[in-house]
């Protein structure tokens, strides 16, 4: 698949959905076609859609003879879209079956969650962005630019979003350490205050971490993981054989799988006051850190060029020494007691809901009550009624009705003397 950065950017390039085999010059070279890289997902809920129709495009000569020239505003702006008009019937008609196939799932999902909103399939379809609701059985233009634009705005936000979810997690977490020392007499506060600080100067007491992407955390990588002799140090070498999939480009998989070193000197699973979110969090500060400083046209991927002009920097060799997580918290004290009026808001939200929905129960035990009594009155009622039928009617002299006031006859009794004239005869 020879496509260039600009397509692998726009079309989740943040999990690396291609893998591009070029060769050491940049120059485009043919697909092994016996290796095949399995590639993350990209976390986007459109992940399956999106991949597959890259693939169904990528068939189309046309279309891949685009790709080669485009760049990454033509993508970007929409301007690679109005080349789906000339592509194939073939590449057509799958796509149209492509779109039927995800706007069938998005009316599944939203049968399942949203069933009870009183709209229709169709005025919800239009929440999703990723593609043109208003035609549901093809694939146009619009369609494809739909997708590009939402891929590119999503996985740009990504990281961000990453970052405020880790934010939240560590106020809860304060808040919760916070309420369960409230909740201890002074004693045993002041025992367990001494114990969580205990702890937390423990966990700071780590060996220096190399700042990402400098020459002394590459070094480390080349001698303990690649068993190499750091003093022959090769950059090209490097990145040749941290390139996994061969595509030419290290994407961001890539680079986070070279701070597995430095991460291991601060956190292990094992010990009580590592804790395993903060490495995660760590590892996206160091991989930001390199694209920021490596990855000049910010396509989120680092070219063997981007990384060769990387080590020539005074930076590469002598770098500032990284700072950790725990060098400042991720969030100040007005942004703690913000979150926690919202948790108590929160809370007394769910404290009105539940009381809400007890009273409407309370409610339906006494209609339920209700009902039950009605029904034993109507019972009653139905017998009292049957029963005085009953006695009309044999006062009337009239035969016994049934229970649906059908008369019910009896065989009349033989008489005695007929008995006799039978035994005559």
Do not use: C
Not at 176 to 191: A, I, T
Not at 333 to 352: G, P, S, T
Request: hydrophobic share 30%; no cysteine.
């Amino acid at each position: 698949m020879n496509l260039k950065p600009g397509w692998l950017l726009l079309l989740s390039i943040s999990a690396g959905v291609w893998s591009v085999p070029i060769d050491r010059n940049g120059d485009n070279q043919e697909v092994k076609e016996d290796v095949q890289e399995e590639n993350a997902d990209t976390g986007l809920y459109y992940d399956r859609y999106l991949r597959e129709v890259i693939e169904v495009l990528e068939t189309d000569p046309h279309f891949r003879e685009k790709l080669q020239t485009a760049n990454t505003e033509d993508i970007k702006n929409g301007r690679l879209s109005k080349e789906l008009d000339l592509v194939g019937h073939n590449v057509r008609t799958r796509l149209d079956e492509l779109k039927r196939q995800e706007v069938s799932r998005l009316r599944m999902l939203l049968k399942a969650k949203l069933d009870s909103l009183q709209m229709d399939h169709a005025s919800l379809l239009k929440q999703f962005e990723h593609l043109d609701p208003h035609n549901q059985n093809t694939f146009e233009a619009k369609d494809l630019e739909l997708l590009i634009s939402t891929a590119t705005k999503d996985l740009e936000n990504y990281d961000a979003e990453r970052h405020e979810e880790f934010k939240r997690y560590e106020m809860l977490k304060e808040h919760e350490r916070r309420e369960y020392l409230k909740g201890l007499d002074q004693e045993k506060r002041e025992k367990e205050e001494k114990r969580m600080q205990e702890l937390k100067e423990k966990h700071r007491q780590h060996p220096k971490v190399n700042a990402p992407g400098s020459v002394a955390q590459l070094r480390e990588v080349w001698e303990e993981t690649d068993g190499l002799d750091p003093q022959e140090f090769n950059p090209k070498t490097f990145f040749k054989l941290h390139d996994t999939n061969e595509d030419g480009v290290l994407d961001e998989q890539e680079l986070e799988a070279l701070f597995t070193k430095e991460l291991e000197k601060v956190y292990d699973p094992k010990n009580e006051e590592d804790d395993m979110m903060e490495m995660e969090e760590e590892r996206l500060r160091m991989r930001e850190h390199i694209m920021k400083n490596v990855d000049t046209n910010k396509d989120r991927l680092v070219s063997l060029e981007e990384f060769l002009k990387s080590t020539e920097k005074k930076e590469f060799n002598s770098p500032k020494e990284w700072e950790t997580l725990d060098a400042k918290p991720v969030y100040t004290e007005e942004e703690l007691q913000r979150f926690e009026a919202e948790l108590r808001d929160k809370e007394e939200e769910l404290k009105r809901r539940a009381e809400t929905l007890r009273q409407e129960q309370e409610l339906l035990k006494e209609r339920g009550k209700a009902l039950e009594a009605q029904k034993r009155e109507y019972q009653q009622a139905v017998l009292e009624m049957s029963q005085r039928q009953k006695e009309q009617q044999a006062a009337d002299g009239q035969p016994p009705a049934g229970p649906n006031g059908e008369l019910q006859f009896q065989p009349e009794a033989h008489k005695p003397e007929d008995k006799g004239k039978q035994t005559e005869m």
